[in-house]
């Protein structure tokens, strides 16, 4: 079964042929970064715009990296939910209209749950269900359980702002550029833990919840000084600066990691499926390894699909559509109502 993958929920326009859910015959991805890093994050009426720009362009991209005629396409999946409305508005416009010209299936799908979905898919073994998804990405840091392949319950999530956004609000006030996840990484690097103290958040009567808010003022705080804001100079030396990235990413990744092993022991989880574009941190995946008890396994996605892309879309609504989940068969028009 070949399957079209439509993704649009943030800042990223990406199509996929996947078939049969797991073997990817071709995989987009049109960033816009560039576009929103004067803003230090993403702004959604450019966001929406340059879909529109970039929706057709891309899906015939895919089309023919893929080598396939679009009819020979059996579904057309869509992110349908969450994320900004006016570039969900536009993935779901134009899936609906070709799902309604070209004939052919279309089924919506959980965007967050998909995220989780690409661990799974990047690995040729059979997933292990019961078991636990962490999502950190840009605006979800969510737990779940997943109890099989259509069915991710959810356990915890952020009560404030996801990891990647405290990576990329950290990063700007560091004059880091966005998205700031990836130059945090590279700064920590030349730092080192100690001479900076941080406290995780804490979510009462919330275990497997997580807050990042507190953490990001109090790095306001040793940037720019007690009671400043965001627009007051610098006070850090460079080697301060290094040591402030590190520790602030020590800290919420093992906060993370804790929690996300905590649920682990208590729901008697033995495998855990990650993802999200934070996924990609690799000081956070050698943490978690060396954190973690050698009864549990961590799986990881492919590079390639950490981030937004539309083969986790593809993928995840082969399995919506195989296992005909009723929540899932909407009718183009219902697309949103998800
Ligand atoms: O999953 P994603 O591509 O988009 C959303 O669905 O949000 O995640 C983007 C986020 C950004 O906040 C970015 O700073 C973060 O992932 N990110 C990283 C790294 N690479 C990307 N965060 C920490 N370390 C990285 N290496
Ligand atoms: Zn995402």
Known sequence: MYVLGIESTCD?????????????????????AELHSAFGGVYPELASREHINQMIPTIKKALAEA???????????????????????MGTTAARTLSYAWDIPLVGVNHIDAHVYSA?????????????????SGGHTNLYI????????????SVDDALGEAFDK????????????????????KGTLGPIQLKPGKVKK??????????????????????????????????QRANLAHTFQHVAFTDIIKKTLLAANNFNLKSIYI?????????FNNLFSKIKPSSIDLHWPKKELCSD?????????FHHQKEKCKDFQVKPTKILSL
Do not use: C, R, W
Request: zero cysteines; proline letters at 8%; charged letters at 15%.
């Open 12 to 32: 990223e326009t990406a199509v996929a042929v996947v078939e049969d859910g797991k073997n990817i015959l071709s995989n987009v991805i049109y960033s816009q």
């Open 67 to 89: 080598g396939i005629n679009h009819k020979q396409l059996d579904l057309i999946s869509v992110a349908a939910s969450p994320g900004l409305i006016g570039p969900l508005l």
């Open 120 to 136: 799974i898919m990047s690995e040729e073994k059979k997933p292990h269900f019961p078991s636990l998804g962490l999502v950190v």
């Open 146 to 157: 997943i109890e099989n392949i259509n069915t991710y319950k959810p356990i915890g999530h």
């Open 170 to 189: 950290v990063a700007k006030l560091l004059d880091l550029p966005y998205p700031g996840g990836p130059h945090i990484e590279a700064l920590a690097k």
């Open 206 to 239: 919330a275990p497997y919840s997580f807050s990042f808010s507190g953490l990001k003022t109090e790095v306001l705080y040793l940037v720019k000084g007690q009671n400043s804001s965001p627009k007051s100079p610098t006070i850090l030396d460079p080697s």
């Open 275 to 283: 993802g999200g574009g934070v996924s990609q941190n690799n000081y």
């Open 309 to 317: 892309n539309g083969a986790m879309i593809a993928g995840l609504g």
